[in-house]
């Protein structure tokens, strides 16, 4: 009943009265249509039909009790109490009935009698007004409550899962809670709806958190370890479309979430009513959907391919569950893993021996993944420009050896990657990430550091704010994006163009003259997503401060424009990739010499919407040099020679490049 309907005022039959056929008469009067206005006036006036009484002159204002004759009974014409209908016995009082009552009930004069004061149900009396409409809008909205409810409960967490079969299924998740719901009492029943639609629509969202965490990095949201993922993300969404597109993205998202608890909180609100308004029926239906459910799943009966019957809710949140309690129980794990290492005990003297003297630079090449490579509509052109790299390189006297890696992420998550290569560690999570960098294990690029024997630096573009990371991986000095020299415009979310991150690194540190031999970490960082719009090859003399990228920058593609197609996508990457590897040999062709050693590799993968959502995690990793004696230390590898892999090339875990590096360039060697 709606809060703004005061309960019917019936007349009571005379209390000696043999039987309630008047109060029966009224109660069950047939439904008139709503007259017009001068007509209820009329009404009100001569209308003598018992019922309210107007008060007498010279009575108070205020209600009068009704005065009781000899015999016990009211006067009638005092007002009698209301008679309240049999179906709110049954203790539903839910707004929902009430207005469905309204709906078929006309206006009622004041009971002052007053005739211009008619009660006003529904909003603003529409539902008298239009009790057609109002019953098409209850039975529109129950509808709609109800497939809300469905669509939660059956949609697959994955975007490529989702098709039209997916939806045609039976859930015994709907036959549960329609049990449950039906057993408990009235308030019982309200407050278990409210927590039940609200723990719907929550699960719905993080759903919605899988889809993308899919389309970015191939996996599903990790509740324990990814919500700072959510930061970056915004980052990445003001560096792409400006600071106004990173809020409107986040008050998006709020909005969105709160919508989302608020409506199937009332979803499910409105199903518990429905149920306990149709009781009968509603336990009749539960249970026969229940034994078609047991049959349908004991036969596995199928529609177009897909099982009719399903738990794939419950399947769902029992993985979620599973998936929480590993991430918990994975920090004991990792202590564990971290504690091995083969050479933490090595003296200083003894490490990377093979390589003394020589310039040793780590590039890392931002999404250049096997992908890549390996696609029929990229690797054509990404073929070509391996080809004339390798050319470059060995017009320069240098020669080359090529594997595969398998990284620990895809999509993103670069700071996963490097530190599994250089730690020698699988870190596949933020938080193992940070029990490496706040531990004392040592890597790849600290051993270089413990040794004496070289500078060890960081050119780091991609990095904007502080890094104290940058002390536990062992660099005596970090070039950020702000000490670079570089004073041109950034490209998307790349700060400062590879061709001009190794020209700087040429300037700052490589050729300097009387210098003791130098470790570098190079991340490249122009083939990061979005990939639009990219930088391209200039002449390296007139590279300058970075300001002439901005006539290069203004002819670019516009990253809104490039995300509408998947295939221009795919095309931006593909330039971006070859840019970056451009780069690189070019500037080994202007500036390498007998003592420079390059390893450049990539960190992952890029996102399904480049890789068609292959699992494949694989990168090409690359050492070139031009002194023999560094590459015959890794001839028992199998490599490719030039820096192509070829398909068959071997293949490892990422975490295992760095002691079979150490063990390579050690006193052993091999």
């Not at 390996?374 to 420009?385: H, I, L, S, W, Y």
């Not at 990284?407 to 599994?420: C, D, I, Q, R, Y």
């Not at 630096?457 to 104290?468: L, Y």
Request: glycine share 8%.
């Amino acid at each position: 009943m709606s809060h703004l309907t005061p309960p019917r005022q019936l007349p009571e039959t005379d209390a000696d009265a043999p039987d309630r056929t008047r109060a029966e008469e009224a109660s069950t009067a047939p439904v008139a249509t709503d007259p017009e206005p001068a007509q209820v006036v009329a009404a009100g006036a001569a209308d003598e039909t018992p019922g309210p009484a107007t008060k007498e002159a010279g009575e108070p204002a205020g209600d009068s009790p009704a005065t009781e004759t000899d015999g016990g009974a009211k006067d009638e014409r005092e007002p009698a109490e209301a008679v309240v209908p049999d179906t709110a016995s049954t203790g539903e009082d839910s707004a929902d009935e009430e207005a469905d009552a309204s709906t078929s009930t006309t206006d009622e004069p004041d009971p002052t009698g007053a005739a211009g004061s008619p009660t006003r149900p529904g909003w603003f009396g529409w539902r008298r007004r239009y009790p057609r409409t109002a019953m098409g809008v209850h039975m529109g909205t129950t509808v709609l409550a109800a497939v809300l409810v469905f669509v939660v409960l059956l949609v697959p967490n994955r975007l490529d899962w989702i098709t039209v079969q997916s939806f045609l299924r039976l859930p015994v998740e709907v036959i549960f809670l329609a049990a449950v719901l039906l057993v408990l009492p009235s308030k019982g029943r309200r407050i278990t709806a409210v927590i039940l639609g609200a723990f719907v629509g929550l699960s719905g969202v993080l759903k919605c958190l899988d889809m993308g965490f899919r389309q970015t990095l191939a996996r599903p949201f990790d509740l324990v370890f990814d919500w700072v993922l959510l930061s970056d993300g915004a980052d990445w969404v003001k560096d792409s479309f400006g600071r106004s597109g990173e809020v409107l993205a986040v008050v998006g998202v709020i909005v969105l979430v709160i919508a989302v608890l608020t409506l199937s909180a009332l979803a499910m609100v409105r199903l518990a009513n429905v149920l306990a308004r149709h009781r009968p029926v509603a336990v009749r239906s539960t249970l026969v959907l229940g034994v078609v459910w047991i049959l349908c799943f004991t036969l596995g009966v199928q529609f177009g391919g897909v099982t009719l019957a399903t738990n794939g809710y419950a399947q769902y949140l029992a993985n979620r569950v599973q998936y929480v309690r590993d991430g918990l129980g994975d920090a004991d794990v990792f202590k564990k893993q971290m504690a091995v290492d083969a050479y933490a005990k090595t003296p200083a003297d003894r490490l990377l021996t093979g390589l003394r003297g020589k310039d040793v630079m780590f590039t890392f090449i931002e999404s250049y993944g096997r992908v890549a490579i390996d696609d029929p509509t990229m690797g054509p052109e990404v073929d070509a420009t391996l080809k004339a790299g390798d050319a470059r390189l060995k017009a320069a006297g240098f020669a080359a050896r090529s594997g595969w890696l398998r990284s620990p992420v895809t999509g993103a998550g670069s700071w996963l990657a490097h530190s599994t290569f250089l730690s020698g560690l699988w870190i596949k999570n933020q938080q193992r990430y940070r029990t490496l960098t706040t531990s004392d294990r040592a890597t790849l690029t600290s051993y270089f550091q413990k040794t004496g024997a070289w500078r060890t630096v960081g050119i780091v573009p991609g990095v904007r704010k502080a890094w104290p990371e940058g002390k536990y991986f062992g660099l005596d000095h970090i070039y950020d994006s702000t000490h670079l020299g570089y004073q041109g415009p950034y490209f998307s979310w790349t700060p400062v163009p590879d061709q001009f991150s190794l020209e700087a690194f040429q300037k700052l540190e490589h050729s300097k003259k009387n210098r003791d031999p130098i470790m570098a970490e190079i991340i490249l960082a122009s083939s990061h997503n979005p990939w639009s719009p990219i930088a391209h090859m200039i002449d390296w003399k007139d590279l300058g401060d970075g300001k002439v990228f901005y006539k290069i920058k203004k002819e670019g593609t516009n990253p809104t424009e490039v995300w509408k197609s998947a295939q221009r996508v795919r095309t931006e990457y593909r330039k971006a990739i070859q840019y970056s590897l451009d780069s690189l040999t070019e500037w080994m062709q202007r500036y390498g010499d007998d003592r420079t050693v390059l390893v450049f590799l990539g960190d992952h993968q890029p996102v399904p919407t480049v890789t068609g959502g292959t699992a494949n995690r694989d990168v090409p990793v690359t050492i070139v040099a031009r002194d023999p004696k560094v590459l015959d230390r890794v001839s028992n590898w199998g490599w490719t020679d030039g820096i192509k892999p070829a398909d068959n090339a071997p293949e490892w875990t990422m975490n295992k490049f760095r002691d079979r590096f150490m063990t390579a360039y050690g006193p052993q060697g091999g």
